[in-house]
C-alpha cells in the first residue's frame, strides 16, 4: 500500500510531498502538540482514534443540460479527459454515484416536464423524448466509464396541469386523488423509460427541495403531503410494478413552512418518518442547504436508514479560493453528522455558471465556449482530495486535537487510513499528526488542504 501526502495551495494543486513518517512514538495531544523548538508557525494537533462511525456509499455530481452544453465547446478528447477524469474508477475523482432531474432543474436550457398533456392520468403522452438528446447522452458516456454508477433522480416541478396555479415556477401538487395516483405513475414510468435505455434508476426523491417556492422549477409540499404520497400512492405503485428503486426522504432543504415551529428542522423529516405505513417504503433521507441543521437528530432518531447531502451549495460563479474552503467545512459538517454520501452540484458549467434564470453559481469544472479551454476549480480539488482516496466502503473514524474541527478520518475497506485536512488560517501551521503506530510532523501552508493517505 502507498503512502502519500498530497496538498493543495492556491498556488500548487495536487502537489505530492514527502510523507515524513516517524513510526511509532509517544504522542501528546496538548495545545502546544506540534510546537518544536525553533518552529515559528503556530502548533496543531491531530489524532486518529479507533471508533467506528457510518460507511461511506460514495461521491458526485448532477447531470444538468447546461453542463452537457458546456461540455460541447471543447473538443472531443478534452471531453473525453473531462469524462475520465470525473467517472473512471481509476480517475482522479471516481464519483460512484450522482443525481439527475426528472424533467426541468434550474439548470435546464428551458422549462419543461415529461408530460404536459392536460388530463392524462393515464401517462399515455409521457415521454423522455427530450431527455434523450441532453441528459441520457450525458449519463451513457458516464457509465462507459463507470458501469455500476447509482443514479437517482427527483422532479423540480409536477407537470403544471397538475398543479395550483399551473406553472412551473409556483405553487403546489393539486390534492386530489386522480392527480396524485397519475403524479405516482408518472414515477413509474420515468424509472420504466430510462431502464429501457438502459439506464437504471437506484434512487429517487419526491420533490427537490420542498420548502421552495422559487423563480425556477419547484412545489412546495408539507411532511403531511409527503408522508401521504409515498404511504398511499407512490410506495403502493412501485410495489405494484415490481420497481426495486428505492424510495428515499428529500430532498429536505429546511423547516416544514407551514407550521408554527417551523424553526425546527427535525419536524419536517419526523412526520413522515414517524408512520410506520409510509416509513416501510423509505431507505433514506436527502439534506442539503438549510437542511443540514435537521441531519444530526433525524440520524439520531433513525440510524437504521441511509442518508446523503443531495446538493453542495453552489456559490456565486466566482469559483473562489475562499468559497473553497467554505465547501470544505460543508464535506466536515455533513460526514460529521452521519451522511454516507457527498453530491456537488454542477460538475460543468461554463464561465460564471449562468442559469437560465439568471443565477451565477460555481462548478467544479470551467468550459469556455470562447478559448475553448478547460479549468478546473478550486472546489474541483476539494473534491478529489476526498473522492480520490475514499473508497465506498469506507468507514468514518474518529480524531481528536486542536486541528479536529478541520479533520476528517476514514478507513477504507483494503484497510487504508485517510486523513483530509484544511488549514482555513492565514498562517503555515506545523501539524502533529498520528494515526495508529504512525506519527507525523509537518507543515501546513496557509488556506491549504491535505490528504494523508497512511
Same mark, same amino acid.
Given at each position: 500500500m502507498n503512502k502519500t501526502w498530497i496538498s493543495t495551495t492556491q498556488q500548487e494543486y495536487w502537489q505530492e510531498q514527502v510523507l515524513p513518517l516517524a513510526g511509532a512514538s509517544a504522542f501528546n495531544i496538548s495545545p502546544n502538540a506540534g510546537n518544536e523548538a525553533g518552529s515559528t508557525h503556530l502548533p496543531a494537533s491531530l489524532q486518529v482514534t479507533e471508533e467506528q462511525y457510518q460507511t461511506v456509499d460514495g461521491f458526485g455530481g448532477c447531470f444538468n443540460e447546461l453542463g452537457y452544453f458546456a461540455l460541447q465547446h471543447i473538443s472531443d478528447e478534452e471531453r473525453k479527459e473531462v469524462m475520465k477524469k470525473l467517472f473512471d474508477p481509476d480517475g482522479e475523482c471516481r464519483f460512484s454515484i450522482c443525481r439527475l432531474p426528472m424533467g426541468a432543474s434550474d439548470y435546464a436550457a428551458e422549462w419543461y416536464s415529461l408530460n404536459e398533456t392536460d388530463g392524462d392520468y393515464a401517462m399515455e403522452?409521457?415521454?423522455?423524448?427530450?431527455?434523450?438528446?441532453?441528459?441520457?447522452?450525458?449519463?451513457?458516456? /458516464?457509465?462507459?466509464?463507470?458501469?455500476?454508477?447509482?443514479?437517482?433522480?427527483?422532479?423540480?416541478?409536477?407537470?403544471?396541469?397538475?398543479?395550483?396555479?399551473?406553472?412551473?415556477?409556483?405553487?403546489?401538487?393539486?390534492?386530489?386523488?386522480?392527480?396524485?395516483? /397519475?403524479?405516482?405513475?408518472?414515477?413509474?414510468?420515468?424509472?420504466?423509460?430510462?431502464?429501457?435505455?438502459?439506464?437504471?434508476?437506484?434512487?429517487?426523491?419526491?420533490?427537490?427541495?420542498?420548502?421552495?417556492?422559487?423563480?425556477?422549477?419547484?412545489?412546495?409540499?408539507?411532511?403531511?403531503?409527503?408522508?401521504?404520497?409515498?404511504?398511499?400512492?407512490?410506495?403502493?405503485?412501485?410495489?405494484?410494478?415490481?420497481?426495486?428503486?428505492?424510495?428515499?426522504?428529500?430532498?429536505?432543504?429546511?423547516?416544514?413552512?407551514?407550521?408554527?415551529?417551523?424553526?425546527?428542522?427535525?419536524?419536517?423529516?419526523?412526520?413522515?418518518?414517524?408512520?410506520?405505513?409510509?416509513?416501510?417504503?423509505?431507505?433514506?433521507?436527502?439534506?442539503?442547504?438549510?437542511?443540514?441543521?435537521?441531519?444530526?437528530?433525524?440520524?439520531?432518531?433513525?440510524?437504521?436508514?441511509?442518508?446523503?447531502?443531495?446538493?453542495?451549495?453552489?456559490?456565486?460563479?466566482?469559483?473562489?479560493?475562499?468559497?473553497?474552503?467554505?465547501?470544505?467545512?460543508?464535506?466536515?459538517?455533513?460526514?460529521?453528522?452521519?451522511?454516507?454520501s457527498y453530491i456537488y452540484w454542477n460538475m460543468v458549467l461554463e464561465p460564471g455558471g449562468r442559469s437560465t434564470w439568471g443565477w451565477t453559481q460555481n462548478a467544479m469544472i470551467t468550459a469556455d465556449p470562447d478559448t475553448k479551454r478547460v479549468v478546473y476549480n478550486p472546489e474541483y480539488y476539494v473534491m478529489r482530495h476526498f473522492s480520490y482516496f475514499i473508497q465506498p466502503g469506507a468507514v468514518r473514524l474518529g480524531i481528536r486535537g486542536t486541528s479536529a474541527g478541520n479533520a476528517l478520518a476514514f478507513q477504507n475497506p483494503d484497510g487504508g487510513r485517510i486523513v483530509i485536512v484544511a488549514n482555513p488560517f492565514k498562517e503555515p501551521r506545523t501539524l502533529s499528526l498520528q494515526v495508529g503506530s504512525e506519527s507525523i510532523s509537518c507543515e501546513l501552508p496557509a488556506l491549504s488542504f491535505h490528504t494523508f493517505n497512511i
Open positions: 403522452h409521457f415521454s423522455i423524448e427530450r431527455d434523450k438528446q441532453v441528459l441520457i447522452p450525458y449519463i451513457k458516456e /458516464a457509465l462507459r466509464w463507470n458501469p455500476n454508477l447509482t443514479l437517482f433522480a427527483s422532479p423540480w416541478s409536477p407537470p403544471t396541469w397538475m398543479k395550483h396555479p399551473k406553472a412551473y415556477n409556483y405553487g403546489t401538487l393539486r390534492w386530489e386523488p386522480d392527480v396524485l395516483q /397519475a403524479y405516482a405513475l408518472y414515477f413509474v414510468k420515468f424509472v420504466q423509460a430510462y431502464a429501457e435505455e438502459g439506464i437504471t434508476i437506484h434512487q429517487v426523491y419526491v420533490q427537490n427541495e420542498p420548502v421552495a417556492d422559487q423563480k425556477f422549477p419547484s412545489c412546495v409540499w408539507t411532511g403531511e403531503q409527503l408522508r401521504d404520497f409515498i404511504r398511499d400512492y407512490l410506495g403502493p405503485a412501485f410495489r405494484e410494478h415490481g420497481l426495486t428503486t428505492e424510495i428515499w426522504l428529500g430532498t429536505i432543504n429546511g423547516p416544514d413552512p407551514y407550521r408554527q415551529e417551523n424553526t425546527d428542522y427535525d419536524v419536517y423529516a419526523n412526520v413522515v418518518l414517524s408512520d410506520p405505513e409510509a416509513r416501510q417504503y423509505i431507505s433514506g433521507v436527502g439534506y442539503q442547504w438549510a437542511g443540514k441543521y435537521a441531519l444530526q437528530r433525524t440520524v439520531e432518531s433513525y440510524p437504521e436508514l441511509r442518508y446523503m447531502q443531495t446538493e453542495n451549495e453552489c456559490g456565486d460563479g466566482k469559483n473562489s479560493w475562499e468559497y473553497a474552503h467554505y465547501v470544505f467545512n460543508l464535506y466536515k459538517h455533513y460526514y460529521t453528522n452521519g451522511v454516507n
